[in-house]
């Protein structure tokens, strides 16, 4: 059974894929749907939704219309938590895989780093580095990435540990392979599928992280983001609660989304053993 | 010649992946009551496949057609529904085979068949066909109560073989279990066991984890645990294949030896041929889920009928076939 | 002269605090072209000869001459480009490639890694190393799971002969395989050795394989050797305790009647 037909048959998978397919159609379509400054005033403050064809989630204490930062706000949501993802995953596959392979100090080396990294709360760390160096997209991006960097790392370095032993790899040195290229085009795919199988985690956290720096004020001023939306809400929770609930709810449905789509491939690629 | 049981047109299907496999094709044999057979056959003959559906041990998904009758004397005392004992995780195929627990003397219950389909007396003529014995060597049908009347020995000892649990706990279980002894009662005869397999130094092995022990020693003890009980029959399949010429040549005579002194009928399956020919009395030559060949050892090694047989034969290469090396090559 | 020439080669392991020795004071030579034979229980060492020989581990005493210069010497890029002269076929063919492998890449990889020929020549280079170990050429677009054990293992030998080596170091080559394979197996073996005039390191625990194809073995036991010489005398009379026993243990069909073969 091909891998397409194998997720489509997953329920989860088809739950996860259908949100995420929605998620990715408002961030693709913000532009189109909603062209102009999103923060522009577009009515009168406070509307409440479902009262006007036009802005039919309401508007926000300035008058913009919420529907448009709700789609704006997904494309921020998704680069950053996307971006910031694979910067974790890469940066941890990569010194896992070194730190595994090689060995010795460098191992030691690269495993104390970790630890310094780890023992410091993943929020906590990313919220100093945007104080420090001032919020815009790539600094949140790679303030996310620092935080989150180390789980990818030690699932790499304890599945190369288990691939080093393997005939495989000794037959790529018989050939008189670089330990390099070993470590890179041997071992590190097939150390892979476990830390692949974080990403959706890893994912769902970053755009969770974002949303909160943005509630914090530390994301990007000129972004529409759903957390900055949330704080906007905040001061007028009691008498017009949609302004937080609505970006909250979205965030919910991207988080869920992301995490069964992810389950689903995990699923489908797992190395069935049948009988033998 | 006492049958201990009769095979009849077993067929076994795999579903694996939205795919069929047939991994036996109607089978028929008996096995005969204290006697060593073997079943030989290269990968994909089926041969674990028989001993798996011999001993229950099929996986739910697995289709079964046919039936294998049990014949038993004494016929063993019916009890409980045997649990699964110290076999590793391959859930047995308990609705496709019917259930052990509630069979009467008079219900024959043979796999492939439902309960409802009703009690067929063991002397209308379903064995038709076969003269020996005749009516009156029959006995009541007894389903085998799997971990009581068989023991199964795998090929891989370390994947037998508990490795959170001590060597003794793992086979005074299983004497625990089905002769209902209490715990010093089943460590003592667990103790018994592991003398009577060879085992070096029993009182410490009795102490022992899995993997304190050599290949040879681990299949020595899983041999203890399949024997515990007193099963009737033993099945031993590819036993041997992952122990080196000297340990292997020692295990199958603790096997001829340990079979010959309690009474048991043995199950070998192999892919070595020499191996089995000088263990079993008769061979069984399976290919691609079928039987090739049937017959006494001296029958299938000189007087073999089938031509697949023949060509096993010349392909084994051991001491007593001639070299492919041509030593008057050999460099000056 | 001899093509490799193993000089004391001791390797010890620690284990509960004790040192035990894998392999002690072990010397063995190998001419151009010859099957020398590694026999033994398991535990005796000849995994641990084959790692030594083949530097995926290293000796704690000892000396290795390969090709006439000291092979225990080498590092770094000129161990790797030697490497080319010595090969490996391991036991288990499903475990001996990148389980995303294709039969290509796998045989790609060695002439590439050397340098052996450009992009387009590497590809006639593949498919006629495939014919030359029986196997056709378009297995090369085949994933590694996709074939048999036999064509495996087929593969395996192509891509040890691929850089042309002058020894090859085999691990139980043929032991996992069905025995109707087996025999094709060794005749290719023998066929590339003819041919190709490369030296085989035969490891095994099957004397009647060895039997088959050495023209000398080592028979080790704990680690020392406790026998060596021309293959077919030692086997046929062996003078140390564990030739005897290896060959009593050696499972015998005594076929009254032969087939003409």
């Known amino acids: 059974m091909s891998q397409p037909c194998r997720f489509l048959r997953t329920p989860e998978a088809v739950a996860g894929a259908i949100l995420l397919a929605a998620l990715i159609a408002m961030a693709l379509s913000a532009s189109l749907l909603f062209p102009g400054d999103p923060q522009a005033i577009a009515g009168p403050a406070l509307l409440p939704p479902f009262q006007a ?210 389950e689903g491939i995990v699923e489908t690629t797992a190395v069935r053993r049948g009988l033998s | 010649m006492t049958a201990l049981a009769t095979i009849r047109d ?269 263990l079993a009395e008769r061979i069984a030559v399976f290919r691609y889920g079928q039987l090739v060949e049937l017959g006494t050892t001296a029958q299938i090694i000189n007087a073999s009928s089938q031509a697949y047989t023949r060509a096993l034969l010349d392909a084994h290469i051991g001491l007593d076939t001639k070299p492919l090396l041509n030593r008057a090559e050999l460099h000056a | 002269m001899s093509l490799l020439t193993a000089s004391n080669l001791t390797k010890r392991y620690r284990r509960d605090k004790k040192a035990i020795a894998a392999i002690d004071d072990v010397s063995f030579h190998i001419d151009p072209g010859e099957t020398l034979a590694l026999a033994g229980p398991s535990g005796s060492g000849k995994s641990t000869i084959a790692r030594l020989v083949l530097r995926l581990i290293e000796p704690d005493a000892g000396r290795i001459n390969f090709e006439g210069n000291n092979f225990l010497a080498l590092t770094g890029a000129a161990l790797r480009a030697r490497r080319a002269r010595l090969q490996m076929v391991f036991q288990d063919p499903l475990a001996a490639f990148n389980p995303r492998a294709t039969v290509a890449r796998v045989l790609d990889d060695p002439l590439r890694i050397h340098g052996i020929a450009s992009r387009a020549e590497r590809l006639r280079r593949i498919a006629a190393l495939l014919e030359r170990v029986g196997l056709t050429a378009d297995l090369a677009a085949r994933a590694i799971h996709e074939i048999s054990g036999g064509q495996r293992q087929r593969v395996a030998i192509a891509r040890a002969i691929a850089t042309k080596p002058s020894l090859i170091v085999l691990d139980e080559a043929v032991s996992a395989l069905d025995v109707s394979v087996r025999g094709q197996i060794l005749d290719l073996l023998l066929d590339l050795q003819r041919q190709e005039q490369i030296a085989y390191l035969f490891i095994s625990h099957d004397l009647g394989i060895i039997s088959a194809i050495a023209h000398r073995v080592v028979l080790l036991d704990a680690g020392r050797i406790a026998e060596s010489g021309d293959a077919r005398t030692v086997i046929g009379a062996p003078q140390s305790a564990i030739g005897k026993a290896l060959v009593a243990a050696a499972p015998r069909l005594n076929r009254t009647t032969q087939d003409a073969s």
Do not use: C
């Not at chain 1, 100093?128 to 790539?138: E, I, R, Y």
């Not at chain 1, 071992?187 to 974002?210: F, G, H, K, Y």
């Not at chain 2, 130094?201 to 040879?216: E, K, M, N, V, Y």
């Not at chain 2, 009980?229 to 340990?247: H, Q, R, W």
């Open chain 2, 10 to 278: 077993l067929t076994v299907t795999y579903r694996r992946d939205g795919s069929e496999v047939a991994a036996l094709k109607s089978v028929s044999l008996d096995i005969a009551a204290g006697e060593r057979l073997a079943i030989i056959g290269e990968s994909g003959s089926g041969k674990s496949t028989l001993a798996l559906a011999i001993a229950g041990l099929l996986p739910a998904s697995a289709r079964i057609g046919g039936r294998i009758d049990w014949f038993s004397h004494p016929p063993p005392r019916l009890g409980t529904k045997a649990p699964p004992s110290v076999l590793p995780d391959i859930s047995p195929a308990r609705g496709e085979i019917g259930s052990f627990a509630d069979s009467s003397p008079s219900a024959p219950l043979a796999i492939g068949e439902g309960r409802d389909e009703g009690a067929i007396s063991p002397l209308a003529g379903e064995m038709s066909g076969r003269t020996e014995g005749g009516a009156k060597d029959r006995q009541p049908k007894i389903v085998p109560l799997g971990g009581r009347d068989i023991g199964f020995v795998f090929q891989d000892p370390s994947a037998s073989l508990d490795p959170v649990m001590t060597i003794g706990k793992q086979i005074a279980e299983v004497a625990r279990t089905h002769l209902g002894l209490t715990w010093a009662q089943a460590y003592a005869k667990a103790k018994n066991l592991l003398e009577r397999v060879r085992l070096p130094d029993p009182d410490s092995a009795l102490r022992a984890f899995p993997h304190q022990l050599s290949g040879g020693q681990k299949q020595r003890v899983a041999i203890a645990a399949a024997i515990a009980a007193g099963p009737k029959l033993l099945i031993a399949d590819e036993a041997t294949s992952a122990l080196d010429t000297i340990v292997q040549a020692e295990i199958v005579a603790l096997i001829r030896h340990l079979v010959a002194e309690d009474g048991m009928t043995l199950l070998f399956i192999s892919h070595d041929i020499a191996l089995a020919a000088e």
């Open chain 1, 53 to 262: 064809w036009s802005l039919p989630l309401g508007t926000d204490r300035l008058g913009r219309d919420v529907l448009a930062e709700l789609f704006h706000g997904a494309r921020t949501s998704l680069a950053v938590g996307l971006a910031a993802a694979a910067a974790a995953l890469v940066v941890g596959a990569v010194v896992g895989t070194l730190a595994g392979f090689a060995g010795g100090l460098v191992d030691e080396v690269l495993m104390r780093i970790t630890d310094a990294f780890q023992t410091v709360p993943s929020f906590l760390l990313a919220l100093a580095f945007v104080s420090v160096v001032g919020p815009s997209l790539g600094i949140v991006v790679i303030a996310i990435a620092l935080g989150t960097w180390t789980g990818p790392a030690r699932v790499a370095r304890a599945e190369v540990l288990s691939i080093r032993e393997r005939d495989y790899v000794a037959g790529a040195r018989v050939i008189g392979m670089h330990p390099l290229a070993i470590a890179f085009r041997e071992v590190l795919p097939n150390a892979l599928p476990p830390v692949l199988a974080m990403s959706s985690v890893i994912v769902a956290a970053a755009i969770l992280t974002e949303a909160a720096l943005s509630f914090l004020g530390l994301g990007d001023p000129n972004r529409v983001t759903w957390g900055g939306m949330i704080a906007e809400g905040r001061t007028v929770l009691r008498t017009a609660p949609f302004l937080s609930i609505v970006p909250g709810i979205a965030l919910v449905l991207t988080v869920l989304g992301v995490y069964l789509a992810g």
